[in-house]
């Protein structure tokens, strides 16, 4: 079965410091993975998607994510993080065909000025 | 171009009502699926259709149901409303359903509150 892990709930960085979001998956074949951010009262939107191209995938808005197969792992990063950032954010995996999606639980960003 | 709109944005409805949530996908994009999401259940798959035709269901009770239109619109409908419904029903929009890795375009949502 298809699932993702995002390590931590709430995560809360200094305008300007590092944003690291934690997504781990489980997929008994290789994934697509995929980041969305959703603001409030806002549907999803998407930051970025790995598809088996390029082990690191940028994004919009400065962001970008690395693939480890063999750590399952495809985080997320910004090098700065600005007051626009805050927001929720998914880490999602889909399976070869088909648009069923499996959406992590979200992490919640603040960003402090 | 013009994103996925839904309507209503906001609702309120009353236990054992029905109520009936519209999706417009993206021009040129013929694969509809919907989303629930809730503070405690997070997002979950409800169905996905993709020619008119069901292709994935998510684990809902049967009350949840929908239908694509030959215009690629589709309408979710949910029947004998539990307070329990009460969510963000959003739905998200993609070219095509066989096509590996596609990405799919979400709305901004239809809130539905159950009293």
């Known amino acids: 079965a298809q699932s993702v892990t995002q390590l931590g709930s709430h995560v809360s960085v200094s305008e300007g410091a590092l944003v690291l979001l934690r997504c781990n998956y489980s997929?008994?074949?290789?994934?697509?993975l995929f980041w969305y951010v959703q603001y409030p009262n806002q549907g999803l939107q998407l930051l970025l998607k790995?598809?088996?191209?390029?082990?690191l995938v940028k994004g919009i808005n400065g962001f970008e994510a690395e693939f480890k197969k063999s750590e399952t792992s495809f985080h997320l990063t910004k090098p700065s993080a600005h007051m626009s950032d805050a927001a929720e954010y998914f880490c999602a995996v889909t399976l070869n065909t088909g648009n069923q999606f499996y959406f992590g639980t979200g992490t919640s960003l603040t960003v402090i000025p | 171009k013009a994103g996925v709109t839904q309507t209503p944005r906001y609702l309120i409805k009353t236990r054992g009502q029905q109520v009936t949530l519209s999706c417009s996908p993206i021009s040129g994009h013929r694969s509809v699926s919907w989303y629930q999401q809730t503070p405690g259940q997070g997002l979950q798959f409800l169905f996905e259709y993709f020619s008119e035709t069901q292709r994935n269901k998510g684990n809902f009770p049967g009350r949840f149901s929908g239908r694509q239109f030959s215009n690629s619109r589709s309408e979710m409908n949910v029947s004998t409303l539990e307070l329990g419904d009460s969510a963000l029903y959003l739905c998200a929009s993609s070219p095509g359903w066989d096509s590996p890795g596609n990405t799919i375009y979400f709305g901004e949502g239809s809130w539905l509150t159950v009293v």
């Open positions: 997929s008994s074949v290789p994934p697509y």
């Open positions: 790995y598809t088996t191209w390029a082990t």
